[in-house]
């Protein structure tokens, strides 16, 4: 089973860079989008829904905001569009896909980055989504959540941790969070758990030179109950080509999806 989550900041600028083209290559089973930037009308089925998959939107309510989406080659038993609450729902950033014993979820977490008003709904969602994650948890299935998650977990997952101590994506309470969420909750991150090693980033500011000299975030997680993570053989981040500001993350697991 091969898994890709990618943030593309608008799936249609991803595509004019070659995002479907190198994605028809990938043989991938599963495929998680975030900030799809567009609702489904506008978007040709030619192009946006690719031959082989079944495919899955969650538009935002408004007109070119986040938004994700879901691509499987198995045909998912349920979807889940809703948590119940704002503003997830209306802005589209959960979407659920369940298969056989195994469910998938693309998710975007809000972005505290611009202001006080932004980081206070980082910090609704952080408080109302910890126990969804404690009831998926105890559910006789497994999950891989896919996702931008807007949080570095440790100093190693970005490359300027000392200047950015007190900016929004690697504040000490937002790394205790995922510390909760890993060690007390139990879920796995699986791309530390096969590499170890740094300057691992999966999103770069378009100022300056981070993309070229590396200087970036990794942002972008696939968080795994520990049946499926243990199956878990590789992973690797796309970094040939630049189809966003953010990279494909892709893990291969020894497992399969099955209908």
Not at 64 to 85: D, I, M, Q
Not at 165 to 172: D, E, I, Q
Request: glycine share 6%; aromatic share 12%.
């Amino acid at each position: 089973m091969r898994i890709i989550t990618c943030n593309t900041n608008g799936i249609r600028a991803a595509q004019r860079k070659g995002f479907f083209t190198w994605l028809s290559q990938q043989n991938a089973d599963v495929v998680c989008i975030q900030e799809t930037k567009a609702q489904i009308h506008q978007l040709d089925p030619a192009v946006f829904s690719p031959e082989g998959y079944h495919c899955t939107y969650n538009d935002a309510q408004r007109p070119g905001y986040s938004g994700t989406a879901v691509f499987s080659r198995v045909k998912p038993k349920k979807l889940v569009t809703e948590l119940g609450w704002e503003p997830m729902d209306s802005q589209g950033r959960y979407l659920q896909v369940d298969f056989k014993g195994l469910s998938v979820i693309s998710l975007y977490v809000p972005s505290g980055s611009n202001g006080d008003e932004a980081q206070n709904r980082k910090e609704i969602f952080m408080e109302k989504f910890l126990p969804h994650l404690q009831a998926l948890k105890r559910k006789r299935r497994e999950f891989v959540i896919c996702g931008d998650w807007n949080i570095c977990h440790r100093a190693i997952d970005l490359k300027n941790w000392r200047a950015n101590r007190k900016n929004s994506g690697f504040l000490p309470h937002e790394r205790a969070w995922l510390d909760q969420v890993f060690d007390e909750v139990g879920w796995v991150d699986v791309f530390r758990r096969i590499n170890p090693d740094p300057d691992q980033y999966t999103w770069w500011s378009n100022r300056g030179q981070a993309w070229a000299k590396n200087v970036g975030w990794r942002l972008d997680y696939m968080l795994c109950t520990p049946g499926v993570a243990a199956t878990a053989a590789s992973a690797s981040i796309y970094r040939d080509e630049r189809f966003s500001d953010h990279a494909p993350l892709i893990i291969d697991f020894d497992t399969d999806v099955e209908a």
